[in-house]
């Protein structure tokens, strides 16, 4: 039961929303840092976005419902602790589908549910949206995410071999994985 009643204390101290354009600034902070401690669980390349100044950054945030980028703010922090990005698939074909990203939480802020909290608010996201599965991948170089996925659901359905090149003769497979949002 305490880790129950530190979750619950975490929920309740916890901020989980939608960045919003104005906070540009902050979220790019946060996707840098990311990218670059990070570099074997994205597919983006730090190299690639660190030139897009915080504009570039606004425009992605002002994506049209129900896409969103959430993030976690905790009490007494003025920049956000963690992200999850959101889409749901626009093609006819597709549109029973949405994908999570760029899942990220700051080292000094993990362990305290926060991811949990993150994907959370993005499944809520993708069945408010009428959707029917959320997709993810993960890269085999982060088995605590891994785990939180299976745990919030998720179920791995495939690997990418060599799914992510980080440089010459360095690659990393990444786990396919899918949330069925039909249940409960």
């Not at 919003?20 to 983006?44: S, W």
């Not at 003025?78 to 994908?99: D, I, S, T, V, Y």
């Not at 899918?178 to 249940?183: K, P, S, T, V, Y």
Request: charged content about 20%.
């Amino acid at each position: 039961m305490p880790a129950v009643r530190a979750l619950s204390r975490l929920r309740m101290t916890s901020t989980i929303r939608a960045f919003a354009a104005a906070e540009a600034a902050a979220f790019r902070d946060l996707r840098l840092e990311a990218l670059r401690l990070h570099p074997d669980a994205f597919g983006a390349a730090y190299e690639e976005e660190a030139p897009r100044n915080a504009a570039a950054f606004a425009a992605w945030l002002s994506q049209a419902p129900p896409d969103a980028v959430f993030g976690a703010w905790l009490p007494g922090e003025a920049a956000p602790q963690g992200m999850a990005g959101f889409n749901a698939e626009r093609r006819r074909k597709l549109a029973h589908k949405g994908h999570v990203w760029g899942v990220y939480v700051r080292d000094a802020a993990r362990g305290r549910g926060i991811g949990r909290l993150l994907l959370g608010r993005a499944i809520l996201a993708a069945r408010e949206a009428g959707l029917e599965t959320l997709l993810l991948t993960v890269s085999t170089a982060a088995p605590a995410a891994h785990a939180l996925y299976l745990s919030l659901g998720f179920r791995a359905y495939g690997t990418e071999p060599r799914g992510l090149r980080l440089g010459p003769g360095r690659c990393v497979d990444e786990v396919l994985m899918a949330l069925d949002l039909r249940g409960g």
